[in-house]
């Protein structure tokens, strides 16, 4: 990952950014507090490189309950606008995934191992029916 | 983030906040969380009303680099909490491009946008405004 990468999310109020680090626990369940937050890093265990297309796309089948073909455009806009100017900047700032802006990519980042070991121990309690959806393969598109 | 216990602009086509009276209103829209989902697609998606763009064009920047949406979110469940909880109202505005955004504890959202500089001033005497009325 170099910087540049991801350039698009840099705060320009806060310029600084704390070097990669491990990340307070807080930060861990801050991170892991909203569901498509942790849809996304869920996604993540499951296939280490995402476009936010495919993942809005996956996020809106499981939020709406019905198979990826289904999604309509407008679900999936909803959840592509939530990701690109809310999620992703503040897992971008936690370093946990990095975004390409280019491509649209996001992959785990410095951060996403200990987020994601958190996920994995909260999962079967919290989330396991979220999480196996996830990590189901990319069944039902062709993209 | 700026809070004012000010209701004034609550009415509906209110004057701009405060201090703005060089914007001009372009969007209202109420966000409805259970149609919208969260405020920042909301948000989102009343700036690209305000430019005729989709909103999933607006891109830069980010709104998480402008403004803590998660923050007023917070703060105006609180507000809006149970019918027996202390009513209160706020607002919340900020400057995304060259729109000023206003987030209202009643969920209305609204856009602003800078009312154009004006013609150059006509330093001339009525007499010689002959021009002003074959423009309009």
């Known amino acids: ?143 | 983030m700026t809070g004012t216990g000010d209701s004034r602009t609550a009415g509906d086509d209110g004057p701009p906040p405060d201090g703005h009276e060089r914007w001009r209103q372009v969007v209202k829209r109420r966000h409805e969380p259970e149609r919208d989902g969260g405020l920042t697609t909301a948000i989102v998606s009343a700036i690209a009303d305000a430019g005729n763009v989709s909103p999933s064009s607006l891109k830069s920047p980010p709104l998480y680099n402008v403004v803590d949406v998660a923050g007023i979110e917070k703060a105006f469940l609180g507000l809006n909490a149970g019918e027996s909880a202390r009513r209160g109202t706020g607002s919340v505005e900020f400057r995304y491009t060259e729109y000023l955004v206003e987030v209202g504890s009643d969920w209305w959202i609204r856009v602003y946008e800078q009312i154009e500089a004006e013609e150059p001033e006509p330093n001339t005497s009525p007499a010689e405004g002959v021009d002003e009325a074959g423009r309009l």
């Open chain 1, 1 to 143: 990952m170099t910087d540049e990468v991801e350039v698009g999310f840099e705060n320009p109020v806060t310029e600084v950014r704390s070097p990669p680090q491990v990340l307070e626990s807080d930060h861990v369940y801050e991170v892991l507090s909203h569901a498509r937050r942790r849809y996304l890093c869920y996604s993540l265990l499951g296939d280490a490189e995402w476009t936010l297309t495919d993942l809005a796309t996956k996020i809106a089948g499981w939020e709406n309950d019905i198979p990826e073909r289904a999604v309509t455009e407008h679900q999936r806009e909803q959840v592509y606008i939530a990701l690109y100017h809310a999620h992703v900047p503040k897992l971008v700032e936690q370093n946990v995934v990095a975004f390409d802006d280019a491509s649209e990519t996001v992959t785990p980042a410095e951060n996403a191992d200990q987020v994601l070991t958190a996920l994995e121990g909260m999962g079967s309690a919290l989330d396991s029916a979220q999480g196996t959806h996830a990590r189901g393969s990319r069944d039902d598109g062709d993209r």
